[in-house]
């Protein structure tokens, strides 16, 4: 896995500006899966994506019929949830769990579960930094009451 790491725009929060973390082969080394997220890319793709590698025969074809010959399946940016609904590292373990890739030590679910929750409250915490009003109008139709900053 690789991230950088810098602080908000308000200066306050270290934030993720750009992961990348991949499934590879233990032979070889090459990638079969990989994520990647850059927070404001310098290009059109989506922030948060995955590439699938190797080859794929089906995907190669549409490809050359779009006049994309000489691309592949893995230039392909399949968009997965954006800035703050992205894939965590947690995920692809489970994946690699659950697919009988890797053997689990034990407790595993209990752990993941509770690093997850970790990344997912942290990328809650930022969501609701960055739209107060949404968030407190949430809360108020819940029965909160909520008042605004002073």
């Known amino acids: ?32 899966v990989t994520y990647d997220y850059t927070r404001d890319p310098p290009n059109e793709y989506p922030e948060a994506h995955f590439h699938i590698h190797g080859a794929n025969d089906a995907v190669q074809r549409m490809l050359q019929v779009c ?54 409250d942290d990328q809650l915490r930022a969501a609701v930094r960055r739209s107060p009003e949404l968030a407190a109008g949430v809360l108020k139709r819940e029965g909160w009451t909520v008042t605004g900053p002073r």
């Open 67 to 120: 006049g994309r010959a000489r691309h592949k399946p893995d230039d392909l940016h399949f968009p997965v949830g954006g800035r703050r609904f992205r894939p965590c590292l947690e995920d692809l373990i489970e994946f690699c769990i659950l697919e009988r890739l890797v053997k689990p030590r034990p407790d595993w679910k209990r752990v993941l579960y509770e690093s997850r929750q970790r990344f997912r």
């Open 1 to 32: 896995m690789i991230q950088t790491l810098d602080l908000d725009a308000a200066g306050r929060f270290l934030t993720t500006t750009k992961s990348s973390f991949a499934l590879q082969t233990m032979d070889t080394d090459e990638p079969v």
